[in-house]
């Protein structure tokens, strides 16, 4: 190491650990925000592979799969497209039809949200792949939990979470009775008509019923009959998740081109402010430098060198608050974050990259600094 | 117009040599807002291989402006200065840098070491810049025990006294063996007892290794440890003179035996 660069970048710790923290701030941003975004999405599409219902219905409005919805649908439009009512008849080629309520609470930890799913476990383990693995089915105010939420969390003793624990739902202990595989929906799942007392003071609503098919292949026919039955009605094929989550992904690389660019911007300025402070506090060490016959490439890269040091310790700390910061959310919402590696490297390359901007016009400032100007600076 | 000092000093000397500084005729206006502010008005001068000059005068005569061409940091108005054969006024300045890194070595009244390195990171910065690398240890330690200051080089200027930090300067200055130094008031910030030290050393440099040294100075006593003093005012060379004897202090007993 060039141990002027060095000792310069020590000789001056506050402005170094600020100049660090610009990059490492650009470089959290970036893995951070493109691993919640991959992470969420990841997770969504993995949970949704373990529902075979071919057909989702929900009540007219807007359509959000990964978010509660309020419990706006009458569960009897169940029982009037699985057998027929008294107001219509029911829907040829329909299996089995499964009402669920969602539900979108405060995290027990108080950071972000969790969802909670009122089920009818008789017919969602005939929609979905889901069976206890462990325990039993809950029965009025208990709960079931997949594998990794009894994994990660803690219950309201902040002990590891074994059948029997009690975790706060709706503000109250509720028990876990079971634990569920394979991973679908919500990661917490009450009978159905616990959630609809609960939130619905009892009333018969859920959020949207899974629709199996008898055949598969008829369900496009299934569709348009549910959609001529119920015209105002929003009906999404499990089949146009893929394209409705890559339709989602095209406005979010919309948005994280902006955060990474964001990200950019701030090691560049915070770099560029950071070295342009340097050169007028050392403008009489640049004259010195230039009395000994250094070239302006010598002046340039050593500045450039100061930058890129500061660049390479604010990716690794930024790298490790990172790693740090998906645990800390993971562990405190069911927010997922994907710290993947070749963001990681984009990340890295951006801070380094923009450093180098950040510290070219400064440098390239010091280089054409008139020497004796500069060694008459006090 | 052509002074006469540089011909008595050839002739001095040996007089098919060829002086390591000559400056022709050279001329330096500054502009101040409306103003032309004639710094050096022809001043010629030969400075010969092995010489230790002494220029002397008032502030504003151009003595600074002088040393600064002769170590082109700065272009004359008009006016040549060749170092050791180079006329490095009419260079780009890429060339003029190349010049100085390879023929000169500055000391400076504020000594102007870079405080983050020890007095040894800084020769070895200097020795960078002159591309050696990572430099050549034995000739630093032979710098530093040639200036007394083995015990020194670990410190950092801040743990070190004026006159130890002006001869690290100096040392540094030394060490790429450039064929002149520059010397910019060099006792201009030290006590008398310092300034006695780090002349008497820079005259047995001169002595022993027939370094060139050209020292500006406004302290007459200092000047006497030169072979020739200049006088200089309003930009010209007014007189000159060969001072006996350089005097000896008791300061320097123990120091520089």
Known sequence: MDSLVFENVRHRPLRTIISLAGVAIGVVLTVMTVGLAHGMLRNTAERQANVSAEIMFYAAGDFSPATGQALGLDTLYGTAILDGTSRVQPIPGVAVVSPVAQYLQTSVTGVGFELVEGIDFATYSKVTELKIVDGREPVGDEVVVDRRYASDKKDINGQPIVLGSKILLFGRPVPIVGIYEPEVGARLKLPLDTLQRLVVNGAEKCSLLLVKCKNPAEQDTVAAALRSTYPSNRIVMSRDLPSLVSGSIGSLEVFLKVVVRLAAVVSTLVILLAMYTTIIERTREIGVLKSLGASKLFIVGTIVKEALLIAVLGVVVGTIVAVLGKFAVEAATSLHVDVELTWVGIAAIIGLTSSVAGALYPAIRAAYQDPVHALSYE | ????????????????????????????????????VHALRGLSLDVDRGEFLAIMGPSGCGKSTLLHLCGGLLTPTEGKVLVDGEEITASSDARRTDVRRRKIGFVFQKFNLFPTLTAEGNLKLAERIFGKGSGDPERRRKVFELLKLEAKMRHKPLELSGGEQQRVAIARALVNEPALILADEPTGNLDSENSEVVLSMLRDLNKQTKQTIVMITHNPEAAQYADRIIHMRDGHVVKEERPSAPPVSPALEGVHP
């Open chain 2, 1 to 36: 117009m052509r002074q006469t000092i540089g011909l008595e000093t050839r002739s001095r000397h040996d007089s098919k040599m060829t002086p390591i500084l000559q400056t022709i005729d050279l001329r330096m206006t500054y502009h101040v807002g409306k103003m032309d």
